[in-house]
């Protein structure tokens, strides 16, 4: 895996992540610029996927490829998901949720680094 491209979307999540603290704190709901980062966030996600999916099939030793590929697979449906569910609720807590999003997109980042980098 790229390490700038992983940079990225650790970047791209954690601006996410703070943006949304932000707008629960003001009780604020989903609006076109929570939008723009999502859609940054999923951009870089996407690339993620063909990158390491490229790297993932021609890697040979004694690396976990369907584990590996699962995490990859899943992590881009995070973001829509959490999208979807913002905008039908407009609440304070869909921002928490949000948020938590950019959480759980830092940690499969975390898991797929490492899976990528002791092979399991």
Known sequence: MLTWLTAVVLVAAAALGVLAGVYASRGRVVDDRLLLVFAVLEITLVVQVVVGLVQALSRSDGFEKPVFLAYL????????????????????????????SALVVGVFMARLTQMWSFGG
């Open 73 to 100: 697979f899943t992590l881009p449906l995070v973001p829509p998901f959490v999208t979807f569910l913002a905008l039908k609720e407009k609440t304070r807590s869909s921002m928490a949720v949000v948020a938590g």
